[in-house]
């Protein structure tokens, strides 16, 4: 599986726009782009996934780069109840294993009031 | 509303005494898996059921089991749990398998204390 590269920590204030990173420069044509968080003390929740174009829905946006090595989790405003663990995960479209989700180490998104 | 629900949330066993943690969903998903996540650590696969063929993860310890004898219930069984096994379970269920767009509905998941 093509591994993702994500910043340990971030911090962001009350209503700001947050840009989370992620790395994947293995990244092969066939791989999904799949963001997902995990709130304290919950199981991880679905954001968004992409494959070239950007991407929005009501939760953020995803930004993929022209040479998909990298991509940006846009969440347009922050809120304290965004506080977060991110995951971006690579999914083979037409691989053997894209049943699972292999999370990397994420990165924790710390939101001041 | 449609979920995935783990009972109990909390679970304490001793060390070595079989314990058994349960999902059930409600979104009427082929695929239910369940991963484990210690502490300070991402979630990892141990294995799944699309409908009710079983796939079990080639490192997944045997030491851990697991049943599914509907479509709306999966059961997790460690016979022997051990120190190391303490950990967050998490269960998941997705509509289809291997769909590279398919979203995983996680549970709230059990955290596992071995005494």
């Known amino acids: 599986d093509a591994k993702t590269t994500q910043p340990n920590s971030m911090e962001s204030n009350e209503e700001e726009p947050v840009h989370l990173p992620c790395n994947h420069s293995?990244?092969?044509?066939?791989?999904?782009i799949h963001w997902y968080r995990q709130l304290p003390s919950q199981g991880p929740e679905y954001v968004i996934h992409g494959l070239t174009s950007n991407v929005n829905n009501r939760m953020a946006s995803l930004a993929i780069a022209e040479d998909r090595k990298s991509s940006t989790l846009i969440l347009h405003r922050a809120t304290l109840r965004d506080a977060a663990v991110y995951y971006c995960i690579l999914r083979d479209r037409g691989g053997g294993s894209n049943y699972k989700l292999t999370f990397g180490k994420g990165t924790l998104l710390t939101v001041n009031p | 509303d449609a979920m995935v629900i783990q009972n109990p949330r909390y679970q304490v066993t001793q060390f070595g005494k079989p314990v058994t943690l349960s999902c059930s969903q409600t979104l009427n998903h082929n695929v239910m898996y369940w991963y484990q996540q210690k502490s300070s650590q991402a979630p990892k696969l141990l294995f799944h059921?699309?409908?009710?063929?079983?796939?079990n993860e080639a490192d997944t310890p045997d030491n851990f089991q697991s049943r599914r004898p509907n479509t709306s219930f999966c059961f997790l069984d460690i016979r022997s749990p051990g120190l190391g096994d303490a950990a967050m379970y998490l269960c998941?269920?997705?509509?289809?398998?291997?769909?590279?767009?398919?979203?995983?509905?996680f549970g709230p998941g059990t955290r596992l204390t071995v005494l």
């Open positions: 293995t990244i092969s044509g066939t791989d999904y």
């Open positions: 998941a269920t997705s509509k289809e398998q291997g769909a590279h767009a398919d979203t995983q509905y």
């Open positions: 059921y699309y409908d009710k063929d079983f796939n």
